[in-house]
């Protein structure tokens, strides 16, 4: 540095410090005159000075309080307001500006893409779900109804047409109704509504300091908005986007959803009620019932408001009209159906399953947003099939004459869980319960649950006592009978009350007794739902008093959901793996941003043992074993070009059907059928089997028309047989058993045994002869195991003995002392007989019979009490004699099989 630079700087620091230069009088002078004076009393070193003096509470009050602190302070604020101005300008005014100029392009795709849009898994459209059935579309303002426009402006914002976008009045009165609990209008001008609807709406629930950003841009873009568009166009632009409620967003969307016309042609009462709606679209959702009190209460101070500041326009009469017009009491009935809002979709059970699937996946604002585009599960091949084969079973006469009037299907791909088709009812839009989708209600399934029951059994019971396809299902435990055990009276299909079964005749031919008897060795109804739940039945027994369900759950005394009752079946098609039933395989938003896709790994699970799994399905493929029930290859059980495992059930009321299943599954697909009522009602007739050939056509045409064509499946697929498999030879039974089953020692044979035919019990040395009969009984005893079971045929029971007759009865016979007597009639002779009953208590004479010259005739009951007579021909034995005593023997007999035979001699007199 130079001398004279050095010499300079020295003096300007000199006279900085100096106050000679300035005239001692001035207010500058006195003010440095002061301050050294105060740092003459200071500590020499600046760090002391500012540590122990000026940092002092009192010496910071004073210096703050005085004039000199106060200039410093407005410095300051002055440098913060330059910095918030040129951040403001930077990062808020100069893009605004351009952003506001935007507000229509904006405006037309949002209102494009509210549209959500299904498609089934091979791109075909479903459903483009507008919210309200049609799609949405911007409506100019010669397009709408000047009475809305007036609503909109006296309830949102009455200074709408004197601010220029900000109103402070209406901020200052928000906060002073808050304050004193009311809130009928907000403190943003309709301008800012607009702007927040429009560029705002993901971050509109941002409160507090958090807000404080979005509330500067929407201040800032309003009044930008107000600079370069017409009143007439904010007002425009705001009522095609203000949220109606729902999906409904804009003034032609919710004229068209509530009230089936343009916005153009809107009433009073009706303008007034959509205007009431934007300040909180939930609540006042005019299908929200629960709250149509509250929307119709804020609807009339809408008319109220309207009338007081546009009386030029709607007069007190006008008002009081359309407040007449719509009221608590018709609103209902005068919106259009909820149901409505979906005519024209295809699977509309399906994609309104997959709407509530999404707001539980993705929320319900997502959706409610709109411009997605869901890649959905079905294939809408699978669909049409499924549709056209029901309809043409309500276009027939069968369900007038069964009884029922509704149905639903569902079939889902059996190894992935997937919804490939869907049908809730008879028809979506049949009247009254069309729209309800029976697929996801709970409907009680009945025998069709029974495969969940074996496979629980089989796979669950292990240690000590296993079992396999062929083991015998006795039923009566620790002297317990089978009635007992279940605490009422049960029995089969086919009426019998007893009788042990293998597990395979007791699953294909759907035995209520076998299945109830491995529901209680499986340790009870707990332990084998819980496992049925593990299986997909997910709802089972959990709807209501089903929970505390017992052993009725094993014969299907529950309701269960057929979607989940569906992929209950895939799981076994599935070598027991359980997979989530899924209907949705990728969703993207209106900018190809992808939001969600299906994770097929997503709660995968080995549920039981493929071997546990393998059995099932062969027992339910064996048309052998089934037909003693079902009859060899009866429709739907036996499909042409396509093999099948099948189930049928049937539920109950009051001991009349009610409720009919059918399920049939392939490797490929798991279908699932039912028939009934839309309420709970008994049919005229008809079980599980009335279904086959409905099921029959749906399967069968969904595997040889499409998936066939498409190499997922061809007729040589079937169920692979897992390794551990094994093949027995038990009791004379050739089964397949899985590895943890240890062959018992097992002997068999067969024991005469001698029955009565009308208790069909054991008899006793007080049966009558004619009682008794002498059948074969199998006997098989379990050396291993120390058990012995009996098989008795169909109908008897082997555990208990005749309690039909007993040794102090007494049989019919002759009434003692009364004659039988001969009565010509013509050419033949009428003989009479007076029977007197036994004592027991069926002693109703069933058989009356005269034996006259070697021949027999039978007696019927005359109508004279306890005399059954019989015509016969002229007694060899009369000749030409004018009379003969004739040799007759009376045979009697009654319902208990009590008989008795008496020879009599009868006059045959001319």
Request: overall charge negative.
């Amino acid at each position: 540095m130079s001398k004279k630079l050095k010499k300079f700087g020295s003096v300007f620091r000199a006279r900085s410090k100096s106050t000679s230069h300035l005239d001692p009088n001035s207010k500058k002078a006195k003010r440095l005159q002061k301050k050294r004076e105060r740092l003459s009393h200071l500590p020499k070193s600046r760090i002391e000075r500012y540590r122990f003096y000026l940092l002092h509470p009192r010496e910071l009050c004073k210096f703050w309080f005085s004039g000199e602190g106060f200039r410093f302070g407005l410095k300051i604020l002055l440098g913060l307001l330059i910095l918030l101005s040129v951040y403001l300008l930077i990062f808020h005014i100069i893009p605004d500006i351009a952003k506001a100029k935007t507000l229509p392009d904006v405006i037309n795709d949002r209102i494009r893409t509210t549209t959500n849009t299904y498609l089934d898994r091979n791109g075909e459209t479903l459903w483009e779900d507008s919210g309200s059935g049609q799609v949405l579309k911007f409506v100019d303002s010669d397009q709408i109804t000047p009475a809305i426009k007036d609503a909109t402006v006296a309830i949102e914002d009455k200074e709408f047409f004197s601010h220029g976008g900000v109103s402070l009045s209406g901020i200052a009165r928000s906060f002073v109704n808050n304050i004193s609990g009311g809130a009928t209008q907000g403190g943003s001008t309709l301008t800012q509504q607009l702007i927040k609807q429009v560029f705002f709406i993901d971050e509109a629930g941002e409160r507090g300091l958090a807000g404080i950003p979005r509330k500067i841009d929407e201040a800032i873009l309003a009044v930008e908005a107000e600079r370069i568009y017409s009143k007439d166009e904010i007002l425009t632009y705001y009522l095609n986007v203000a949220p109606y409620g729902g999906r409904r967003n804009g003034v032609q969307s919710a004229a068209e959803t509530y009230f089936g016309k343009d916005a153009s042609n809107l009433t009073l009462a009706e303008s007034a009620l959509l205007a009431a709606i934007p300040q909180s679209p939930t609540i006042y959702n005019p299908y929200n019932i629960d709250w149509n009190t509250s929307l119709m209460e804020r609807q009339n101070t809408v008319l109220k408001y309207m009338g007081e500041q546009f009386p030029e326009r709607y007069t007190a009469e006008m008002i009081a009209a359309a407040q007449e017009e719509l009221t608590i009491d018709n609103l209902q009935d005068t919106l259009k159906p909820l149901d409505s809002l979906i005519v024209g979709a295809r699977a509309p059970h399906f994609v309104q399953m997959v709407k509530s699937d999404l707001e539980d996946e993705l929320g319900i604002k997502v959706v409610g947003q709109g411009g997605l585009v869901v890649k959905t599960t079905l294939d809408l091949r699978v669909q049409n099939i499924i549709d056209e084969e029901i309809d043409k079973v309500f276009a027939g006469n069968l369900p007038r004459g069964m009884g029922f009037d509704n149905a639903a299907a569902t079939m889902v791909d059996s190894q992935t869980g997937q919804v490939l088709g869907m049908r809730g009812s008879r028809d979506y839009n049949f009247p009254d319960y069309g729209a309800v989708n029976a697929a996801t209600s709970f409907i009680q399934p009945g025998s069709s649950v029974k495969p969940e029951v074996y496979a629980s059994l089989i796979d669950m019971q292990r240690d000590g006592k296993a079992y396999g396809a062929g083991t015998m299902i006795e039923d009566t435990d620790g002297g317990k009978t089978v009635q007992q055990i279940y605490g009422a009276q049960v029995h089969n299909a086919n009426g019998s009350t007893r009788g042990a079964a293998t597990i395979r005749n007791g699953l294909s031919q759907s035995l209520n007794i076998p299945a109830i008897m491995a529901m209680h060795f499986n340790g009870g109804a707990q332990p084998t739902i819980e496992k049925m739940r593990e299986i997909g039945d997910k709802s089972y027994c959990t709807d209501g008093v089903d929970q505390t369900v017992g052993l009725a759950a094993s014969i299907g005394g529950c309701g269960a959901k057929q979607v989940e009752h569906a992929n209950a079946f895939a799981t076994f098609a599935r070598m027991g793996t359980y997979r989530p039933v899924s209907s949705v395989l990728e969703v993207k938003d209106f900018q190809d941003n992808l939001l969600f896709k299906h994770d097929e790994e997503r709660d995968v699970k080995q549920v039981i043992d493929p071997q546990s799994a393998f059995i099932i399905n062969d027992v339910l493929s064996d048309a052998n074993s089934r037909s003693a029930t079902f009859g060899y290859c009866s429709a739907g059980f036996c499909i042409p070009g396509v093999k099948t495992a099948s189930k049928t059930g049937t539920s109950d009321l009051g001991g009349a059907q009610k409720d009919l299943w059918f399920m049939s599954y392939t490797p490929k697909a798991s279908f699932a059928m039912w028939w009934g009522n839309h309420v709970p009602a008994v049919l005229n007739y008809g079980d599980g089997m009335s279904l086959g050939p409905t099921v029959a056509g749906i399967v069968g045409r969904s595997h040889r028309d499409v998936f066939a064509p498409d190499g997922s499946w061809n007729n040589n697929d079937w169920f692979q047989k897992p390794e551990g498999i094994q093949t027995l030879s038990i009791g004379g039974r050739n089964d397949i058993y899985p590895s943890w089953y240890t062959k018992d020692a097992i002997e068999v044979v067969t024991e005469p045994t001698v029955f009565d035919r009308v208790s069909r019990k054991l008899a006793t040395e007080c049966t009558p002869d004619a009682a008794r009969e002498t059948l074969d009984v199998v006997k098989t005893v379990n050396n291993t195991r120390k058990s012995t079971t009996y098989q008795a045929p169909d109908g008897y029971d082997r555990e208990h003995y005749d309690d039909v007759h007993s040794c102090g009865d007494s049989g019919p016979m002759l009434w003692p002392g009364i004659n039988v007597s001969a009565t010509k009639l013509g050419s033949v002779w009428e003989v009479s007989a007076t029977i007197q009953k036994g004592n027991n208590a069926r002693s109703n004479i069933t058989t009356v019979t005269f034996s006259i010259d070697g021949q027999q005739y039978t007696a019927t009951a005359s109508a004279l009490p306890n005399v059954w007579i019989a015509t016969v021909p002229t007694p060899s034995g009369k000749g030409g004699a004018t009379s003969a005593q004739i040799p007759v023997s009376i045979y009697v007999a009654d319902e208990a099989l009590y008989s008795s035979s008496t020879p009599v001699s009868v006059l045959f007199s001319d």
